[in-house]
Nanobody, 121 residues
Framework: QVQLVESGGELVQAGGSLRLSCAASGRTLGMGWFRQAPGKIREFVAAITRSGGSTDYADSVKGRFTISRDNAKSTVYLQMNSLKPEDTAVYYC?????????????????WGQGTQVTVSS
């Protein structure tokens, strides 16, 4: 069983930056970030393979967010720049037991509890 713990969410002004972290208790392969805004369904944000050699981003964050990982620390990061009020959401880290990555929730086996990101205008 893998446990994921997110951190780094806070209140920030539009145009600002935040870095989210996700610490895993065990070995993970593909990992991803999702988010859920109030009244909306959870949506894909970014994903990365175990090696870090391949990444994928939702169109809404491409060019502003960067996903990375440090396998020695069992940690995945989400660097968020040029934040907008519409980025406000609870951000969830997810991990899968298999290689590769995906954009669908069912492709992930483990989930964190989420961290709140609020962007004020």
């Amino acid at each position: 069983q893998v446990q994921l713990v997110e951190s780094g969410g806070e209140l920030v002004q539009a145009g600002g930056s935040l870095r989210l972290s996700c610490a895993a208790s065990g070995r993970t392969l593909g990992m991803g970030w999702f988010r859920q805004a109030p009244g909306k369904i959870r949506e894909f944000v970014a994903a990365i393979t175990r090696s870090g050699g391949s990444t994928d981003y939702a169109d809404s964050v491409k060019g502003r967010f960067t996903i990375s990982r440090d396998n020695a620390k069992s940690t995945v990061y989400l660097q968020m720049n040029s934040l907008k009020p519409e980025d406000t959401a609870v951000y969830y880290c997810a991990a899968r037991r298999n290689l590769g990555f995906g954009r669908r929730e069912y492709e992930y086996d483990y989930w964190g509890q989420g961290t709140q990101v609020t962007v004020s205008s």
